[in-house]
Structure formats: C-alpha cells, structure tokens
C-alpha cells in the first residue's frame, strides 16, 4: 500500500504561482512513476504529468508544459508540482497518483487539493 496526501492547493490570480506538495509513505517508491492528475468540475480527470522516481524522468501534459514542474525529493518521500503563469482553465482538484512502473494504471490516490485561478 502506498498513502499520498496532497497539500498546498488555493485561490491565486492569473498569472501567479503556488507550488503543491504529496507526501508518499508505506512502501518503497524506487520501483514507482508519480503523476499528477486534475479534475475540473463537469469534466473527467485527466493527466498533468509524471515523473519516474528513481530516473528522474519527466512527461507532462502539453497545455502546461513550460509552466509546470514536476520533481521529487527521494529522501524526503515527497513529490512536487510548481505552477506558474496559471490560466482560470487551470481551476481543479489535483490530485497525486503512483503507479508500479511495469503497469499502466495508477492504483493509488490521494485525496486531492483545491487550485482555483481568478481571471
């Protein structure tokens, strides 16, 4: 089992920043990818952007490339999502997902955190 809480959600401006935080505990994570997904009311969760715990490696969604950063902290369990330049499109609950690197699905979530962005 693997347990994820997100924090740092909130009301911004457009145009601002804020940094949101999962914090993974309960197994090792070396053999895990961690993404982040948000949902916007009326539409269906979708992905953000990933980041291979152990390589480092990184995919994000196209709209938010170049004003997201996905990263983690090994040895603090925890994984980040930096956004910047936000859009009222951006408005949703994010979500912090992981998923063993050999399957496809995810199968753990956290609880999700609010972003919302005013025009």
């Known amino acids: 089992q693997v347990q994820l809480v997100e924090s740092g959600g909130g009301l911004v401006q457009a145009g601002g920043s804020l940094r949101l935080s999962c914090a993974a505990s309960g197994r090792t994570l070396s053999r895990y990818v961690m993404g982040w997904f948000r949902q916007a009311p009326g539409k269906e969760r979708e992905f953000v952007a990933r980041?291979?715990?152990?390589?480092?490696?990184?995919r994000y969604r196209d709209p938010v490339k170049g004003r997201f950063t996905i990263s983690r902290d090994n040895a603090k369990n925890m994984v980040y999502l930096q956004l910047n330049n936000l859009k009222p499109e951006d408005t949703a609950v994010y979500y912090c997902a992981a998923r063993d690197l050999r399957m496809s699905d995810y199968e753990y979530w956290g609880q999700g955190t609010q972003v919302t962005v005013s025009s």
């Open positions: 980041i291979g715990w152990s390589d480092g490696s990184t």
